[in-house]
């Protein structure tokens, strides 16, 4: 129990520690699609620690951008789904679709939807998150 205490806190701080860029009051992309996929799966559609690209997840983001945020940033599910690899603990892995590794080194190339959806078959996050996101009680401790 102490093991899941400390994996449900240091994910907990990584949430709330997010690298956002500043400009306009700060870009909520992440902070937005973080709950839209714990929705997914709460919802059961995701069910493992890979993290498809489906209309699902996308309508879900929309939908919590729409609901949480009146912003002048461009609404775009490709920002937040590419720069997460970015983030500490590298807890959010890109896993390209093969003869598209090349793209997923250019961040340019993935701020367009087409492109992001084309080059990347999934993102895998940690196991222990996909673990904690499985279940409710720890879903709602970090959402």
């Known amino acids: 129990m102490q093991e899941e205490n400390r994996v449900i806190e240091y994910f907990i701080h990584a ?12 870009a909520p992309h992440k902070p937005v699609l973080l709950p839209a996929i714990i929705h997914e799966y709460e919802s059961g559609r ?4 890979r993290i498809f690209i489906t209309p699902e ?3 879900s983001f929309s939908a919590f951008w729409n609901q949480l945020f009146a912003t002048a940033h461009d609404k775009s599910f490709a920002l937040p789904f590419y720069h997460l690899s970015g983030e500490k ?4 892995q890109l896993i390209p679709t ?10 340019g190339s993935m701020r367009r939807f087409g492109n992001l959806s084309a ?7 940690d196991p222990n ?3 904690l996101l499985l279940m409710q009680e720890s879903r709602e401790m970090v959402e």
């Open 119 to 125: 080059a990347v078959a999934y993102a895998e996050i």
């Open 57 to 59: 997840l996308t309508h």
């Open 98 to 107: 093969v003869g598209c590794e090349i793209w997923i080194e250019n961040p």
């Open 46 to 49: 995701i069910t493992d620690n």
């Open 15 to 26: 949430f709330t520690h997010l690298r956002r860029d500043a400009k306009k009051g700060g």
């Open 129 to 131: 998150l996909a673990v």
């Open 89 to 92: 603990g590298n807890w959010w």
